[in-house]
C-alpha cells in the first residue's frame, strides 16, 4: 500500500516511452561536445613536447626548493614522496617518445640527487658535530640555492655558484691546518659526512641538474619560455 501511494505521489509514469529522435539528437550532440573539448585541450594544452617539459621542470623545482627549508624532521619523506608522485604522473599521464621519457626520467634522478645532498647537509648543520665555522660557511649556500630554485634565473645562477666557491675556499682554509696536524698524528682526515665533503657533492649535483634542466644562461631562455607556455 505504501508503495502504491508512493508511486503515485511521485508522478511517475506507468511506462517508459523514448522518442528516437530525440535519443539520437541527444547522443549525436554528446558525441560532438566531447570531441569538442578534447580538440580544444589538444590545440590549448597539448601533451607533450613544450607542454610536459615545462610543466615537469616547475614541478621538480618546487620539490627542490622544498628540501632547502622544509621541516627537517619530515622534509625527507616529503620530498621523496614528491618526487615519486611527479615521476609516475608524467609518465602515466603524457604521450611522449621514448626519448623524452629517457629525458624525463635523467631530469628527475638530477633533481632526486641534488635535493638528497641538500636534506643531508642540512641534517648535518643541525647535528651536534657541526662547527661554527661549518655553519657560516653553509647557511648562505642553502639560501642562496633556494632563492634560485623558487625563481630561476642566469644572476641568481652565478650567485649560487659564487658563493659554493666561496664556502668551498673557507672551509679549506679552516681544514688545512687541522690536516696537517691530524696527519702528523696519523689520524684520518676529514669524515664522509663533513661539510667540506657534503659542500663537494653538493655542487657536483647542483651542475649535474642545472645542465640537464637547461638552467644555464645559454638555454635559459628556451627554458624561461618552456615553462611560461606550460603555465
Known amino acids: 500500500m505504501y508503495c502504491i501511494v508512493l508511486s503515485s505521489l511521485s508522478g511517475l ?13 541527444r547522443s549525436v550532440a554528446e558525441v560532438m561536445g566531447i570531441a569538442s573539448a578534447g580538440a580544444l585541450h589538444m590545440t590549448f594544452f597539448p601533451v607533450g613536447g613544450l607542454w610536459w617539459r615545462g610543466r615537469l621542470r616547475k614541478a621538480l623545482l618546487r620539490e627542490a626548493s622544498a628540501a632547502c627549508s622544509f621541516r627537517l624532521d619530515s622534509v625527507e619523506h616529503y620530498f ?40 643531508e647537509l642540512r641534517e648535518y648543520l643541525a647535528g651536534e658535530n657541526c662547527s661554527p665555522a661549518d655553519k657560516r660557511a653553509c647557511a648562505p649556500v642553502l639560501n642562496r640555492l633556494e632563492l634560485f630554485l623558487k625563481n630561476p634565473s642566469p644572476v641568481r645562477l652565478e650567485a649560487v655558484e659564487r658563493q659554493l666557491r666561496y664556502a668551498l675556499e673557507e672551509l679549506a682554509a679552516v681544514r688545512e691546518p687541522q690536516g696537517n696536524a691530524l696527519a702528523e698524528a696519523g689520524s684520518p682526515g676529514d669524515p664522509p659526512g663533513s661539510a667540506l665533503i657534503l659542500l663537494h657533492i653538493l655542487r657536483k649535483e647542483f651542475a649535474l641538474a642545472v645542465e ?19 603555465a
Open 13 to 25: 509514469a506507468p511506462a517508459f516511452s523514448v522518442d528516437p529522435a530525440d535519443l539520437v539528437s
Open 80 to 119: 621523496e614522496s614528491g618526487i615519486r608522485d611527479i615521476l609516475l604522473q608524467f609518465t602515466a599521464n603524457t604521450i611522449t617518445s621514448r626519448e623524452d621519457k629517457q629525458k624525463m626520467l635523467k631530469q628527475t634522478l638530477a633533481v632526486s640527487s641534488l635535493g638528497r645532498i641538500i636534506i
Open 212 to 230: 640537464d634542466l637547461q638552467l644555464r644562461a645559454d638555454g635559459f631562455a628556451l627554458a624561461q619560455s618552456e615553462v611560461g607556455h606550460a
